[in-house]
């Protein structure tokens, strides 16, 4: 019994000794054999001008909300803004959505693929692909659309293609008015050269 114990503690003895220096070894193997890095390999991170975005001054996906004196609840958001380098306050925009729900319920988002703010006029200008869409069911599709952020609402720049609740429409220009006579209440026209196609609904 005494050998068989003193055999498991030489067992033991040698373990801890074999195991740290297994340890060591392995590590020195690593070092070792590990490639060097090279100080002329570049860096795989994206290309990036870092000239070009120390001279440009915008913010990224900024957005703005707020609501209008006429109390049209008003938001804005867009993937960069920048200001425009040749006239003072005015601002350019990339991928931008804006919204206008009034205070009857009714709302209207517009999506472009650019466009422009002059802070002077409150102004905006949506270009590049603008959709329109009404919570009374119209789609519309045109070139440009201006709006003005104190409360005037949409008004296309050109020719209008549309899908609404009774069919489809081509128009010369088209334009969203609060009426005069009653208040919160909007109305969207269509006018130069109207062509309806209308589907009856079932």
Do not use: C
């Amino acid at each position: 019994m005494a050998s068989l114990n003193d055999t498991y503690s030489r067992f033991i003895l040698w373990t801890k000794i074999a195991l740290p220096l297994a340890g060591l070894l392995l590590l020195a193997t690593l070092f070792l054999f590990s490639r060097g890095i090279s100080p002329d390999q570049a860096i795989p991170f994206a290309d990036v001008d870092l000239d070009a975005l120390s001279r440009e001054q915008r913010m990224s996906q900024p957005a703005y909300s707020g609501v209008t004196a006429n109390g049209e609840m008003l938001s804005f958001t867009a993937q960069t803004v920048r200001p425009d380098s040749g006239n003072q306050g005015q601002f350019t925009a990339e991928n931008l959505s804006m919204s206008i729900e009034t205070p009857s319920g009714l709302s209207f988002t517009a999506t472009a693929g650019k466009g422009g703010l002059d802070d002077a006029t409150q102004v905006a200008r949506l270009e590049d692909q603008v959709h329109l869409s009404t919570s009374s069911g119209f789609e519309i599709d045109t070139d440009a659309i201006t709006t003005s952020i104190d409360g005037s609402l949409f008004i296309t720049d050109g020719q209008i293609d549309a899908i609404g609740p009774f069919g489809t429409l081509t128009a010369g220009r088209a334009h969203i008015e609060a009426l005069e006579e009653t208040p919160n209440q909007y109305v969207l026209i269509f006018n130069e050269g109207v062509k309806l196609i209308y589907t009856p609904q079932n």
